[in-house]
């Protein structure tokens, strides 16, 4: 299975929203606009929609709890220059993180059986 979440190579490698966080600024175009009226309600009502064996107040508290881990797993997965160069070296493989692979293990954790 695979979710098409292939970095793009231009793209910067930390997460914008780490860094605007840093810097104590907010960008407009960090905002999403599906959160601006239901916050992560409406986001756990979509997800609801597809999967309604698991309640939307349920959801929510999923992707309340999710967001930062996804945030710092596209971190590690995507490090900086310097960084990468390190973590390729040998002995260090339990540093190099699939981004892909991992949040595929995070979302079967969370998988209604």
Same mark, same amino acid.
């Given at each position: 299975m695979t979710l098409g979440l292939e970095a793009d190579a231009a793209a /910067?490698?930390?997460s914008a *929203?780490?860094?605007a966080g840093k810097d104590g600024l907010v960008q407009p175009s960090l905002r999403c606009?599906?959160?601006?009226?239901?916050? %992560?309600?409406? $986001?756990a009502q979509d997800f609801h929609a597809r999967v309604?064996?698991? #309640?939307?107040? +349920?959801?929510? $508290? *999923? *992707?309340?709890? +999710?967001l930062p881990l996804?945030?710092?797993?596209? #971190? %590690? #997965?995507? /490090?900086?220059?310097?960084?990468?160069? *390190?973590?390729e070296l040998p002995g260090l493989e339990s540093l190099r993180y699939d981004f892909e692979l991992a949040l595929l #293990? %995070?979302?079967?954790?969370?998988?209604p059986s």
């Open positions: /910067p490698r930390r *929203v780490h860094d606009p599906r959160h601006r009226h239901g916050g %992560l309600g409406q $986001t309604p064996g698991m #309640s939307a107040q +349920a959801f929510e $508290t *999923v *992707v309340k709890h +999710a996804i945030i710092g797993l596209w #971190s %590690l #997965s995507n /490090p900086a220059e310097v960084a990468a160069r *390190v973590i #293990s %995070l979302m079967r954790g969370v998988a």
